[in-house]
């Protein structure tokens, strides 16, 4: 066993996971590992910073090569502050202000690592920009944030990677979408919660499986670290480069961090890529078509089927600039991941977590007896389906856009669309008497305008009459 980034106190070495400030995954027994010298005796004890007879302490021996494993028994937000204790035979190491939590990693390309100081280079056209706002709030200290790789440290060096405390200078390089949903997750929680950040711009999930430079470099030295779940914001290089096994990927993905992890079931919710002109890219040298990014929305839903405790929310509503890659309303983003979250795997009620869905599609006749329509039942509708609107039409009648309707020819007409229930819209074209299918949303500049009644955007799809 290896431990790629260590601090080093004399002859007792941790992983640079394990720090001041640190959060402890409440509700589970807590992995702590390191090196010593062949066979040592090592006390992992957890104290009361206040004082006081340890909480918890257990002893174990290092083997052969000098490898050490304990684990603590597990623990509950309580708002105190710890001590973590790590005694060898000459040396002691000691971390102080250590809470017990709810402890998350956010992983991905550019757009999760799209930081909370960028924020200003592409400034929302809509509302107020809230990550350089959050830069000059007070300190928080229930929420705590640690970058993964970000200073890499040889060993035998010091450790430059911690937890701190989220005030603007830390967060200034901390993932601004997982920022959001943390800060989100602690006000419904009323608990610390720990981000770990760790992700690189223009990365291939490739990169990430087992073996990969940034899975080794980046996630396997936290391994076991105990935390909650995954939140993952990735694939537009996948994309690009035309990966027809994503899907498998990223199943591979999932199960490495699950196992690595220790945490069989935990969550894992990602992002649909925001609309974007990936056919225009690079100069008009892009090997792929304007139907590559909805292709790559049904891959990343199928995960959803696949992946048990695995979940995709949809952004199509926060783009400014389709040219721009990395859209904006980074907030929005965590606090839709947050909602899915306290949703899925807090259990909390009351509160729509997903846009709609489309569920099932029936054709029936059309009202002037023109032939017949398509009527789409979706599911995830709130109290009920809206069409956004523009300045002129009232928001409850707004003509839908981006359907789309096909016959038995398969050639599809832009199509008329209205809601005619709380739950249904209907899809017809006059040139098509006898449909067969309809889809939504399938461009990749797709910016739709059906929303439910929380707010939350149409995912999209295609269906075909059974």
């Given at each position: 066993?290896?431990?790629?980034?260590?601090?080093?106190?004399?002859?007792?070495?941790?992983?640079?996971?394990?720090?001041?400030?640190?959060?402890?995954?409440?509700?589970?027994?807590?992995?702590?590992?390191?090196?010593?010298?062949?066979?040592?005796?090592?006390?992992?004890?957890?104290?009361?910073?206040?004082?006081?007879?340890?909480?918890?302490?257990?002893?174990?021996?290092?083997?052969?090569?000098?490898?050490?494993?304990?684990?603590?028994?597990?623990?509950?937000?309580d708002g105190k502050a710890y001590v973590l204790q790590?005694?060898?035979?000459?040396?002691?190491?000691?971390?102080?202000?250590?809470?017990?939590?709810?402890?998350?990693?956010?992983?991905?390309?550019?757009?999760?690592?799209?930081?909370?100081?960028?924020?200003?280079?592409?400034?929302?056209?809509?509302?107020?920009?809230?990550?350089?706002?959050?830069?000059?709030?007070?300190?928080?200290?229930?929420?705590?944030?640690?970058?993964?790789?970000?200073?890499?440290?040889?060993?035998?060096?010091?450790?430059?990677?911690?937890?701190?405390?989220?005030?603007?200078?830390?967060?200034?390089?901390?993932?601004?979408?997982?920022?959001?949903?943390?800060?989100?997750?602690?006000?419904?929680?009323?608990?610390?919660?720990?981000?770990?950040?760790?992700?690189?711009?223009?990365?291939?999930?490739?990169?990430?499986?087992?073996?990969?430079?940034?899975?080794?470099?980046?996630?396997?030295?936290?391994?076991?670290?105990?935390?909650?779940?995954?939140?993952?914001?990735?694939?537009?290089?996948?994309?690009?480069?035309?990966?027809?096994?994503?899907?498998?990927?990223?199943?591979?993905?999932?199960?490495?961090?699950?196992?690595?992890?220790?945490?069989?079931?935990?969550?894992?919710?990602?992002?649909l890529l925001a609309p974007h002109t990936y056919s225009?890219?690079m100069h008009r040298q892009s090997m792929v078509t304007?139907?590559?990014?909805?292709?790559?929305?049904?891959?990343?839903?199928?995960?959803?089927?696949?992946?048990?405790?695995?979940?995709?929310?949809?952004?199509?509503?926060?783009?400014?600039?389709?040219?721009?890659?990395?859209?904006?309303?980074?907030?929005?983003?965590?606090?839709?991941?947050?909602?899915?979250?306290?949703?899925?795997?807090?259990?909390?009620?009351?509160?729509?977590?997903?846009?709609?869905?489309?569920?099932?599609?029936?054709?029936?006749?059309?009202?002037?007896?023109?032939?017949?329509?398509?009527?789409?039942?979706?599911?995830?509708?709130?109290?009920?389906?809206?069409?956004?609107?523009?300045?002129?039409?009232?928001?409850?009648?707004?003509?839908?856009?981006?359907?789309?309707?096909?016959?038995?020819?398969?050639?599809?007409?832009?199509?008329?669309?209205?809601?005619?229930?709380?739950?249904?819209?209907?899809?017809?074209?006059?040139?098509?008497?006898?449909?067969?299918?309809?889809?939504?949303?399938?461009?990749?500049?797709?910016?739709?305008?059906?929303?439910?009644?929380?707010?939350?955007?149409?995912?999209?799809?295609?269906?075909?009459?059974?």
């Amino acid at each position: 066993m290896t431990f790629p980034l260590f601090l080093q106190i004399l002859t007792v070495l941790l992983p640079q996971v394990f720090s001041d400030h640190m959060v402890l995954q409440q509700g589970r027994s807590v992995p702590v590992w390191g090196e010593a010298a062949p066979k040592e005796q090592i006390v992992v004890s957890l104290l009361p910073e206040a004082g006081g007879a340890p909480v918890a302490s257990v002893k174990v021996r290092a083997d052969g090569q000098g490898a050490w494993s304990a684990e603590l028994p597990a623990g509950q937000a309580d708002g105190k502050a710890y001590v973590l204790q790590v005694r060898g035979k000459k040396e002691t190491l000691r971390f102080s202000d250590v809470v017990f939590g709810e402890v998350w990693l956010c992983s991905g390309q550019s757009n999760m690592a799209y930081e909370m100081r960028r924020s200003w280079q592409a400034p929302p056209r809509r509302g107020e920009d809230l990550a350089t706002a959050e830069l000059s709030a007070p300190a928080n200290p229930s929420i705590r944030v640690y970058l993964s790789g970000s200073r890499p440290a040889r060993r035998g060096e010091p450790a430059r990677d911690a937890w701190k405390i989220a005030d603007g200078e830390s967060l200034a390089p901390v993932s601004a979408a997982g920022y959001f949903f943390a800060k989100q997750l602690q006000a419904e929680l009323g608990v610390p919660v720990g981000l770990i950040s760790a992700s690189v711009g223009g990365s291939a999930i490739a990169q990430w499986l087992p073996g990969g430079n940034l899975g080794s470099r980046m996630v396997e030295p936290l391994m076991p670290y105990a935390l909650a779940g995954f939140l993952w914001y990735q694939g537009e290089t996948d994309l690009a480069q035309r990966n027809d096994h994503y899907l498998e990927d990223e199943q591979q993905l999932v199960a490495f961090w699950r196992e690595g992890f220790c945490t069989p079931g935990a969550p894992f919710y990602s992002v649909l890529l925001a609309p974007h002109t990936y056919s225009d890219r690079m100069h008009r040298q892009s090997m792929v078509t304007a139907e590559a990014l909805p292709l790559f929305w049904q891959t990343q839903l199928r995960s959803e089927q696949t992946v048990p405790g695995s979940a995709a929310i949809c952004i199509s509503d926060l783009v400014d600039n389709l040219e721009d890659i990395h859209p904006s309303y980074k907030w929005t983003v965590g606090e839709r991941l947050a909602r899915t979250a306290l949703a899925l795997h807090y259990g909390r009620e009351g509160s729509e977590w997903s846009g709609p869905r489309a569920e099932s599609l029936r054709a029936e006749a059309r009202p002037d007896g023109a032939g017949q329509r398509l009527v789409v039942r979706f599911s995830h509708c709130g109290e009920g389906l809206a069409g956004r609107s523009n300045s002129v039409e009232p928001r409850s009648t707004a003509r839908l856009k981006w359907f789309e309707i096909a016959g038995a020819d398969g050639i599809w007409h832009a199509a008329l669309a209205d809601i005619v229930g709380t739950d249904e819209v209907a899809v017809s074209h006059p040139d098509v008497p006898a449909p067969k299918a309809v889809r939504f949303a399938w461009r990749e500049t797709a910016q739709p305008n059906l929303f439910n009644s929380a707010g939350l955007p149409a995912y999209p799809f295609i269906l075909t009459l059974r």
